[in-house]
């Protein structure tokens, strides 16, 4: 995660934990830019139609695909003239350094910010859903 000090942007936190752990340096006073590499598993089943027998012969529901996240996290107390500094800052962070994403939260409540909410949104955002 990263902040802005003086129009630079300064690693804040850094860490191995996921969303959950990410949620955990969120503050209602803050302007942060995170970014979370995370797995997504998809659940394929595909079947073999020879002599009109239906068998699966290969499952990938223990196969894992990573995906990026960027976090755009403004605190609930942060001012609107702040608040319309940090899309400027969002613009910069988005153009420089993070330009590889499968998804973008903005964030205001660390509820926002959850491993299976991060889940859910990645999942939405792959289209089809074949494990239902």
């Given amino acids: 995660m990263v902040h802005f000090e003086k ?6 936190a850094a860490g191995k934990g996921g969303a959950d752990e990410l949620s ?12 979370l ?7 394929f089943f595909f079947f073999l139609n020879m002599f009109h027998v239906c068998q699966c012969f290969h499952d990938c529901s223990a196969e894992k695909r990573t995906k990026y996240v960027a976090v755009r996290w403004v605190g609930s107390s942060i001012t609107p003239t702040l ?6 800052q969002a613009r910069i962070i988005a153009t420089s350094y993070i ?21 859910t949104r990645l999942t939405k955002a792959a289209g089809a859903n074949y494990g239902s």
Avoid: C, W
């Fill in 37 to 43: 590499r995370t797995f997504l598993g998809y659940n």
């Fill in 24 to 35: 955990e340096n969120l503050g209602d006073h803050q302007v942060l830019f995170g970014y």
């Fill in 7 to 12: 129009d630079v942007p300064v690693v804040y």
């Fill in 99 to 119: 330009k590889v994403f499968h998804i973008e939260i903005l964030a205001h409540s660390q509820d926002e910010v959850t491993t299976s909410l991060v889940n």
């Fill in 83 to 88: 608040r319309a500094k940090a899309m400027e």
